[in-house]
């Protein structure tokens, strides 16, 4: 059985999609590209895909990852185009690697973000920004199942900075343009949360709502502070292989 791991997209409109109509898309796109998917035992088989940290309904990614279990070897950049010509545009398949390293979901601990705030002026948010890094603590409450729970959300963001960017919007309309770095802890730390303690902090409030979009998710290196590619160990594994197989050709006996 081959596993193959990709990284997918969800850009402009749909980023409205949801987890679930991804997941009904991907399926109708498996079909399609005629991949030869392992399946799950039981009653209702289903194809063997796995969902990795999905980045909520309404946001924009660069950097939404899975796995599925093959029947037949395939070779991944094929599969990749195949895929990607099968979905619709937007939900775009720009990566794919043959799994040869256990454990995709350990290497995403943390996620870049990046939050546009139209409507607020950029020294505005530099000073909220300032006063949240400057503060030990940001409590914020969301709604959950068993009712509204209260949580810090400063602990878990590791980076967070203004970027200035006049691309793609009105010049005379002020923007500005959040840079967050935040690691995956429990319970999960969102933007959006990060923009409740802003408010909290600073009374920063868009007028309207913030575009958000994940840059990158993969591990967080806390000496540099930076979030590395999870594929990088599958594709360094799958370069280190052959080197191996040669080394041990040379060595076996005549």
């Not at 395939?74 to 545009?89: F, H, N, T, V």
């Not at 199942?145 to 970027?163: C, P, W």
């Not at 923007?175 to 408010?199: E, Y």
Request: charged share 25%; with cysteine.
């Amino acid at each position: 059985m081959q596993r193959i791991r990709l990284r997918y997209t969800k850009r402009g409109r749909l980023r409205f999609t949801s987890h679930r109509d991804f997941q009904r898309a991907f399926e109708r796109a498996l079909r399609r590209a005629e991949v030869p998917m392992a399946y799950s035992a039981g009653f209702t088989p289903h194809p063997k895909v796995s969902y990795a940290n999905a980045a909520p309904t309404g946001t924009g990614s660069e950097a939404e990852y899975l796995e599925i279990a093959l029947t037949e070897a395939r070779d991944p950049e094929r599969l990749r185009a195949l895929l990607d010509e099968s979905l619709p545009a937007g939900l775009d398949v720009v990566d794919a690697v043959e799994a040869r390293v256990s454990g995709l979901a350990d290497r995403l601990t943390a996620s870049v973000w990046e939050l546009r705030l139209d409507g607020v002026d950029p020294a505005e948010a530099e000073r909220a920004v300032a006063a949240f890094n400057a503060a030990e603590t940001v409590e914020v409450q969301r709604k959950a199942k068993n009712g509204i729970r209260t949580f810090d959300t400063r602990s878990a963001v590791a980076q967070l900075e203004t970027h200035s960017s006049t691309a793609d919007r009105p010049t005379d309309q002020p923007c500005a343009i959040l840079r967050l770095v935040v690691r995956h802890v429990t319970p999960a730390v969102r933007p959006d949360d990060v923009l409740s303690g802003l408010r909290a902090v600073a009374d920063l409030a868009p007028p309207v709502p913030a575009a958000v979009t994940r840059l990158a998710q993969g591990l967080f290196d806390e000496e540099t502070g930076t979030v590395t590619d999870p594929l990088a160990p599958d594709r360094e594994a799958a370069t280190a292989l052959p080197m191996a197989d040669s080394a041990a050709a040379a060595k076996a006996p005549v």
